[in-house]
């Protein structure tokens, strides 16, 4: 029965070698599996510190990862003081959890060397970025270990903030949460000439939750429960850090935040209320702010936020958190416990990341206009698709579907012509939020049937998330490469169960 239960780190168990086992059990045994596996951890499973608890006056200090432009990116184990006091084994791009953050102008020609030392196969994806087919990390496209794999592709993309991550099928969600993924940060003059803040002042953030256990690891061992939900952590990790403190001046900031979590939806607001200013989403800048006092983001999704600290006295500690919301006809992942290994439900209010304002900064200004753009107009849309995201009741073979079907890396399920505009309709058919991301192009959001657009709608995307019950149209073209990608669902535990079709541009 501890079979269904992935081994540790250097382990094996794809996504095939999971349906045989948990595809051979019935609910009984099932339930009979999970209540052995609950007294194997010793009631462990639970938070370790209650989510809402009064933040402690330490914390850890939150770090820019390094910055490349490029050069030899190595996949391999490694180790990296995470929680105080304690070594944890990471798995690693370019040698660090993060790992370092890929910074380049548009226009450029980003060459990058990926060596697999790890004893699996890995492959690098460019999340958000236009790149060739054979560049793109195509989930079938694999780098053997003790291989490498040569990448060189020009950077056409709009300055934004991108992300890399390891994409090969039934194993990206072990290898993001043992710690592979970047930031891809790219700019150019139009964006320079606006004066954002920068340097010291514009900082890259990925937010990335984490089951705290007392050996300090990032063990991935999903229970057949979590593979619904996605594994949800119990902490927040900013930059790789636990209980997250970024000592700041008090002066404009400019926080690029990436939702690199496998599962976790955050509601981002600050503490006391304040708004703040979203000026960026997936594929760049807005046309001009927009002010908020809270902010969803799905797995996978960037926003770009000013948010004004000049009036903050030195000594201030303000919060950012994660607001407790209820997903609209879902059933809330994580919330039985012994059901997964450990996390706190979907929805759940967390801690994020606490800014505390340690010195005085130079004054500066919100721009009143950012960078106009193109939008696409959904009346002139020449076609359109739809996309169903189903989910069974039980993490089984074939559960996890897109228009019915689970992915098969030899079947062509979507075709698309560069150039045509088209509108797509994501409709989520299931119970779980579902991050919707497609390959070698941005979109636009159109509609959701939910309601009027979120701030983190308005701008250009490459992933959308959508509520149960919800149906989101999407203005979308092709522009760059024709060739195989792939469309998936973000959750990194559904696109690895198959959540992901092939989708081939001509
Ligand atoms: Cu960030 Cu295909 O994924
Ligand atoms: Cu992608
Ligand atoms: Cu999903």
Same mark, same amino acid.
């Given at each position: 029965? =501890?079979?269904?239960?992935?081994?540790?780190?250097?382990?094996?168990?794809?996504?095939?070698?999971?349906?045989?086992?948990?595809?051979?059990?019935?609910?009984?045994?099932?339930? &009979?599996?999970?209540?052995?596996?609950?007294?194997?951890?010793?009631?462990? %499973?639970?938070?370790?510190?209650?989510? /809402?608890?009064?933040?402690?006056?330490?914390?850890?200090?939150?770090?820019?990862?390094?910055?490349?432009?490029?050069?030899?990116?190595?996949?391999?184990?490694?180790?990296?003081?995470?929680?105080?006091?304690?070594?944890?084994?990471?798995?690693?791009?370019?040698?660090?959890?993060?790992?370092?953050?890929?910074?380049?102008?548009?226009?450029?020609?980003?060459?990058?060397?990926?060596?697999?030392?790890?004893?699996?196969?890995?492959?690098?994806?460019?999340?958000?970025?236009?790149?060739?087919?054979?560049?793109?990390?195509h989930?079938?496209?694999?780098?053997?270990?003790g291989?490498?794999?040569?990448?060189?592709?020009?950077?056409?993309?709009?300055?934004?903030?991108?992300?890399?991550?390891?994409?090969?099928?039934? $194993?990206? %969600? $072990?290898?993001?949460?043992?710690g592979?993924?970047?930031?891809?940060?790219?700019?150019?003059?139009?964006?320079?000439?606006?004066?954002?803040?920068?340097?010291?002042?514009? @900082?890259?953030?990925?937010?990335?939750?984490?089951?705290?256990?007392?050996?300090?690891?990032?063990?991935?061992?999903?229970?057949?429960?979590?593979?619904?939900?996605?594994?949800?952590?119990?902490?927040?990790?900013? /930059?790789?850090?636990?209980?997250?403190?970024?000592?700041?001046? %008090?002066?404009?900031?400019?926080? =690029?935040?990436? /939702?690199?979590?496998? %599962?976790?939806?955050?509601?981002?607001?600050?503490?006391?209320?304040?708004?703040?200013?979203?000026?960026?989403?997936?594929?760049?800048?807005?046309?001009?702010p927009?002010?908020?006092?809270?902010?969803?983001?799905?797995?996978?999704?960037?926003?770009?936020?000013?948010?004004?600290?000049?009036?903050?006295? &030195?000594?201030?500690?303000?919060?950012?958190r994660?607001?407790?919301?209820?997903?609209?006809?879902?059933?809330?992942?994580?919330?039985?416990?012994?059901?997964g290994?450990?996390?706190?439900?979907?929805?759940?209010?967390?801690d994020?990341?606490?800014?505390? @304002?340690?010195?005085?900064?130079?004054?500066?200004?919100? #721009?009143?206009?950012?960078?106009?753009?193109?939008?696409?107009?959904?009346?002139?849309?020449?076609?359109?698709?739809?996309?169903?995201?189903?989910?069974?009741?039980?993490?089984?073979?074939?559960?996890?579907?897109?228009?019915?079907?689970?992915?098969?890396?030899?079947?062509?399920?979507?075709?698309a012509?560069?150039?045509?505009?088209?509108?797509?309709? @994501?409709?989520?058919?299931?119970?779980?939020?579902?991050?919707?991301? &497609?390959?070698?192009?941005?979109?636009?959001?159109?509609?959701?049937?939910?309601? #009027?657009?979120?701030?983190?709608?308005?701008?250009?995307?490459?992933?959308?998330?959508?509520?149960?019950?919800?149906? @989101?149209?999407?203005?979308?073209r092709?522009?760059?490469?024709?060739?195989l990608?792939?469309?998936?669902?973000?959750n990194?535990?559904?696109?690895?169960?198959?959540?992901?079709? /092939?989708?081939?541009?001509?």
């Amino acid at each position: 029965m =501890r079979r269904v239960r992935p081994p540790r780190q250097e382990g094996h168990l794809d996504r095939r070698d999971f349906f045989r086992v948990t595809g051979r059990l019935g609910l009984g045994s099932f339930l &009979v599996a999970e209540a052995a596996a609950l007294a194997d951890c010793g009631g462990s %499973a639970g938070p370790s510190t209650a989510p /809402n608890a009064p933040a402690p006056d330490l914390g850890s200090t939150v770090t820019r990862p390094p910055e490349t432009g490029g050069g030899t990116l190595l996949a391999s184990v490694g180790s990296q003081s995470i929680w105080p006091g304690a070594t944890t084994a990471v798995w690693t791009l370019g040698g660090s959890f993060p790992g370092p953050t890929i910074r380049v102008g548009r226009g450029a020609s980003f060459s990058a060397r990926i060596e697999n030392r790890l004893s699996e196969p890995t492959n690098v994806h460019w999340h958000g970025l236009a790149a060739p087919p054979e560049m793109d990390g195509h989930p079938s496209d694999l780098i053997a270990p003790g291989q490498s794999r040569d990448i060189a592709f020009p950077i056409l993309d709009r300055a934004g903030t991108y992300w890399y991550h390891p994409h090969p099928d039934g $194993r990206t %969600a $072990r290898q993001v949460y043992g710690g592979m993924a970047g930031f891809f940060i790219v700019e150019d003059g139009r964006e320079a000439a606006l004066g954002l803040p920068s340097g010291e002042y514009d @900082v890259p953030l990925v937010l990335q939750d984490r089951r705290t256990s007392p050996d300090h690891s990032l063990t991935y061992a999903p229970g057949p429960m979590d593979l619904m939900a996605g594994v949800l952590g119990d902490a927040v990790l900013v /930059n790789g850090k636990p209980d997250a403190v970024l000592p700041v001046a %008090a002066t404009l900031y400019r926080l =690029r935040l990436l /939702n690199g979590s496998n %599962a976790r939806v955050y509601r981002l607001a600050f503490a006391d209320g304040r708004s703040f200013q979203v000026i960026g989403t997936d594929g760049g800048l807005l046309e001009r702010p927009v002010s908020v006092t809270a902010v969803d983001l799905g797995p996978g999704e960037r926003i770009e936020i000013l948010v004004d600290l000049a009036r903050d006295p &030195v000594g201030t500690s303000i919060p950012l958190r994660s607001l407790a919301f209820s997903v609209p006809g879902g059933m809330g992942g994580g919330m039985m416990p012994g059901m997964g290994g450990g996390g706190v439900a979907q929805g759940t209010a967390l801690d994020v990341l606490r800014l505390r @304002v340690d010195r005085s900064g130079p004054a500066a200004r919100v #721009p009143a206009t950012l960078v106009p753009f193109e939008r696409l107009d959904p009346a002139r849309a020449e076609g359109t698709q739809a996309f169903t995201l189903s989910m069974g009741m039980m993490p089984v073979a074939g559960a996890f579907t897109i228009n019915g079907r689970s992915f098969d890396p030899r079947r062509i399920d979507v075709r698309a012509r560069r150039g045509r505009l088209e509108l797509w309709e @994501v409709r989520n058919a299931s119970s779980e939020p579902h991050p919707f991301h &497609v390959h070698a192009t941005s979109f636009q959001v159109a509609s959701r049937t939910s309601g #009027p657009l979120g701030a983190q709608d308005l701008g250009w995307k490459d992933t959308v998330l959508t509520w149960p019950g919800e149906a @989101v149209t999407l203005a979308i073209r092709f522009e760059q490469y024709a060739g195989l990608y792939v469309l998936h669902c973000h959750n990194l535990e559904h696109e690895d169960a198959g959540m992901m079709l /092939n989708l081939e541009v001509s």
